[in-house]
T-cell receptor
Framework: QKEVEQNSGPLSVPEGAIASLNCTYS??????FFWYRQYSGKSPELIMS????GDKEDGRFTAQLNKASQYVSLLIRDSQPSDSATYLC??????????FGKGTTLSVSS | EPEVTQTPSHQVTQMGQEVILRCVPI?????FYWYRQILGQKVEFLVS????????KSEIFDDQFSVERPDGSNFTLKIRSTKLEDSAMYFC???????????FGSGTRLTVV
């Protein structure tokens, strides 16, 4: 059974701080890793993808991947109240469907 | 920006009835998916569809479920005899090709009473 694990939170950070979200996965064959943001009652929205070990930066977001440790993380710099949402980690092997974690709820207070 | 369109946004049905959820994926995408999310739970994979056939399905996708691409644009999920536990948000998603991420539709909230 392929599993993607996330701390459900809530993770509470003040406005302007760095939020750090973590995810581990069980399938060593996983090749593609994604972070989605989901606001309450809405659909998941893709915010980052990462395919190789190391860091990938896009604006205020940085995704980090360590395949040896089966660990992927998302850092959000200068957190804003509008970043308050549930962040979903998703992984897959080539040609297979994305498997999602339960998500971490982030709350950014102003 | 291209969108995945789902209709209806909300459907209420009686237990035992058949429902069809409809999706229009992004036009140049090749892979299509249905996921569901029971309230408060994780997004669960149901089925993937490529080249006019099912390429992968989960244990959830049993004989009461079927998918179809009746024409060049629509992608449908049929639930033959709905149960109370089928109440969930159903998301359609599509992607252009491996390994890119999926684009999700806005979802259909199915309520079985």
């Amino acid at each position: 059974q392929k599993e993607v694990e996330q701390n459900s939170g809530p993770l509470s950070v003040p406005e302007g701080a760095i939020a750090s979200l973590n995810c581990t996965y069980s399938d060593r064959g996983s090749q593609s890793f994604f972070w989605y943001r989901q606001y309450s009652g809405k659909s998941p929205e893709l915010i980052m993808s990462i395919y190789s070990n190391g860091d990938k930066e896009d604006g205020r977001f940085t995704a980090q991947l360590n395949k040896a440790s089966q660990y992927v993380s998302l850092l959000i710099r200068d957190s804003q109240p509008s970043d308050s949402a549930t962040y979903l980690c998703a992984v897959n092997q080539a040609g297979t469907a994305l498997i999602f974690g339960k998500g971490t709820t982030l709350s950014v207070s102003s | 920006e291209p969108e995945v369109t789902q209709t209806p946004s909300h459907q209420v049905t009686q237990m035992g009835q058949e429902v069809i959820l409809r999706c229009v994926p992004i036009s140049n995408h090749l892979y299509f998916y249905w996921y569901r999310q029971i309230l408060g739970q994780k997004v669960e994979f149901l089925v993937s569809f490529y080249n006019n056939e099912i390429s992968e399905k989960s244990e959830i996708f049993d004989d009461q479920f079927s998918v179809e691409r009746p024409d060049g644009s629509n992608f449908t999920l049929k639930i033959r005899s709905t149960k109370l536990e089928d109440s969930a948000m159903y998301f359609c998603a599509s992607r252009e090709t491996d390994p890119y991420g999926y684009t999700f539709g806005s979802g259909t909230r199915l309520t079985v009473v």
